[in-house]
């Protein structure tokens, strides 16, 4: 059975209107979805979240149901506006749970906002090394646009769509994410959303891959939880690059979820529920002391790290 759609409300920021879903009560969770996705990537879990916590799901600019102007499409600027957007809404301190594209917006958050900032949750997460789809790559090519145009008119996304859907039944881990997959392609019908999604891509990605990486200021993570989860058969960023989190921040804790690919909160919602509410369950809220990232930021890592467990759950 689908989950039920929530309800949508909207708030205008800086005159850009940006659409977001807030449902439940407790300690403040904030949802960031992925690339081409909205809000309603994370409906397998809003409810089961709400049942603990505030669970704020946005829209991020250019995306879903959120305004789609020429505008700052940065990891700086997306983050500016998960800030302004939790001020509007009294929120002053959050777990960021940040999926893809939004892992990297929920480690550039962190950053700039540690004050506000309990824990950090990357879920299949951008920014952790160069490795991604060709699918991703190829959105920063001249012509991108024109073609994806033609590829969106009526009839052609309509095969496209149920071709994609079709192939995501099959019994092969290559073909798990193309259900939602399918969705996001549907989403490029909107002019402004291609254009806003390739003024997103092209700060990350170039044809080599992603070029914005986390590992020169993952030291700060010291101060704070970091949960990291990842699906074992991801097609879109390798799993490989959860090791790769546990080594940048060996304090951090790292699961890989088997049966599970790009989307692991949608493949086992409840585990992947279970999963953060455990982490919060067992992780103090950090607690922002300016003179000890004074210090981080002035000498670096000040003593050698733990390594991170990186903990395979089996599918019992």
Same mark, same amino acid.
């Given at each position: 059975?689908?989950?039920?759609?929530?309800?949508?409300?909207?708030?205008?920021?800086? =005159?850009?209107?940006?659409?977001?879903?807030?449902?439940?009560?407790?300690?403040?969770?904030?949802?960031?979805?992925?690339? /081409?996705?909205?809000?309603?990537?994370?409906?397998?879990?809003?409810?089961?979240?709400?049942?603990?916590?505030?669970?704020?799901?946005?829209?991020?600019? /250019?995306?879903?149901?959120?305004?789609?102007?020429?505008?700052?499409?940065?990891? =700086?600027?997306?983050?500016?506006?998960?800030?302004?957007?939790?001020?509007?809404? =009294?929120?002053?301190?959050?777990?960021?749970?940040?999926?893809?594209?939004?892992?990297?917006?929920?480690?550039?958050?962190?950053?700039?906002?540690?004050?506000?900032?309990?824990?950090?949750?990357?879920?299949?997460?951008?920014?952790?090394?160069?490795?991604?789809?060709?699918?991703?790559?190829?959105?920063?090519?001249?012509?991108?646009?024109?073609?994806?145009?033609?590829?969106?008119?009526?009839?052609?996304?309509?095969?496209?769509?149920?071709?994609?859907?079709?192939?995501?039944?099959?019994?092969?881990?290559?073909?798990?994410?193309?259900?939602?997959?399918?969705?996001?392609?549907?989403?490029?019908?909107?002019?402004?959303?291609?254009?806003?999604?390739?003024?997103?891509?092209?700060?990350?990605?170039?044809?080599?891959?992603?070029?914005?990486?986390?590992?020169?200021?993952?030291?700060?993570?010291?101060?704070?939880?970091?949960?990291?989860?990842?699906?074992?058969?991801?097609?879109?960023?390798?799993?490989?690059?959860? =090791?790769?989190?546990?080594?940048?921040?060996? @304090?951090?804790?790292?699961?890989?979820?088997?049966?599970?690919?790009?989307?692991?909160?949608?493949?086992?919602?409840?585990?992947?529920?279970?999963?953060?509410?455990?982490?919060?369950?067992?992780?103090?809220?950090?607690?922002?002391?300016?003179?000890?990232? @004074?210090?981080?930021?002035?000498?670096?890592?000040?003593?050698?790290?733990?390594?991170?467990?990186?903990?395979?759950?089996?599918?019992?």
């Amino acid at each position: 059975m689908s989950p039920k759609p929530h309800e949508v409300q909207h708030v205008t920021i800086h =005159g850009h209107r940006r659409a977001f879903v807030k449902v439940g009560t407790g300690p403040a969770l904030l949802l960031l979805h992925g690339l /081409g996705c909205s809000h309603s990537t994370w409906a397998p879990v809003i409810d089961l979240l709400a049942r603990r916590y505030t669970v704020i799901a946005p829209d991020l600019l /250019g995306h879903g149901q959120s305004d789609k102007p020429r505008a700052d499409y940065s990891l =700086g600027g997306f983050a500016n506006g998960m800030r302004d957007l939790l001020t509007v809404l =009294g929120i002053e301190e959050v777990t960021v749970v940040g999926h893809s594209f939004g892992g990297g917006v929920a480690m550039q958050f962190a950053y700039q906002y540690p004050e506000r900032t309990e824990r950090l949750v990357l879920v299949a997460s951008g920014g952790l090394g160069p490795e991604v789809t060709p699918v991703i790559r190829a959105v920063t090519t001249p012509g991108f646009h024109q073609v994806m145009g033609v590829l969106t008119l009526p009839g052609i996304r309509h095969a496209g769509k149920q071709g994609m859907r079709l192939m995501s039944a099959l019994p092969s881990r290559h073909a798990r994410d193309l259900g939602e997959m399918a969705e996001i392609y549907d989403s490029f019908k909107d002019p402004a959303a291609r254009h806003a999604i390739r003024h997103v891509v092209r700060g990350v990605v170039d044809w080599k891959g992603q070029v914005v990486t986390m590992a020169d200021r993952a030291y700060l993570t010291e101060e704070m939880p970091m949960l990291v989860v990842w699906g074992r058969d991801d097609s879109v960023i390798p799993v490989r690059h959860a =090791g790769r989190a546990g080594e940048l921040a060996p @304090r951090s804790r790292v699961e890989v979820i088997p049966n599970a690919g790009h989307f692991p909160h949608k493949d086992h919602p409840e585990r992947f529920a279970k999963l953060l509410h455990d982490f919060i369950r067992t992780n103090q809220a950090a607690t922002y002391d300016r003179e000890r990232v @004074r210090a981080l930021l002035a000498h670096g890592r000040s003593e050698p790290a733990p390594v991170a467990t990186v903990t395979d759950i089996t599918s019992a």
